[in-house]
């Protein structure tokens, strides 16, 4: 089975195509990346923060002063092709024989909507 992108858009930009930062060089947004079967309908969420060296410092700082995000991928300045190839090439590589597998592999690059999900009894 081949995972296939079905969307990306941050909260503001349902769509990645239309965001167009102010600054290339200092962003910090969370991607919500829908990723499904190639053939039939439906997808899972998963999310990545996509940060440049400058808008790292602009992400919640904790009291021990670590940051802690998710999943991170740092890119020296924003650029929507270079986001798009690293997402397609990353998903291309999570080909498994059923859809759990492929979500296994998907959950090391990116934060899955039902992560920690337990199915009440």
């Known amino acids: 089975m081949k995972p296939v992108i079905h969307g990306v858009g941050t909260f503001e930009h349902p769509n990645l195509r239309?965001?167009?930062p102010d600054d290339p060089g200092d962003v910090a947004i969370i991607l919500e990346v829908d990723i499904g079967r190639r053939k039939g309908k439906g997808s899972d969420s998963f999310a990545?923060?996509?940060?440049?060296?400058?808008?790292?410092a602009r992400l919640p700082v904790r009291e021990d002063g670590t940051i802690t995000s998710g999943r991170?991928?740092?890119?020296?300045?924003?650029?929507f092709d270079f986001v798009w190839i690293w997402l397609e090439s990353v998903v291309e590589q999570c080909t498994a024989d059923s859809w759990e597998g492929c979500v296994e592999k998907l959950r090391r690059k990116f934060d899955w909507e039902f992560e920690g999900y337990r199915e009440w009894r």
């Open 72 to 79: 991170i991928l740092v890119v020296p300045e924003y650029d």
């Open 18 to 20: 239309t965001f167009d």
């Open 48 to 56: 990545l923060q996509v940060v440049t060296p400058r808008g790292i």
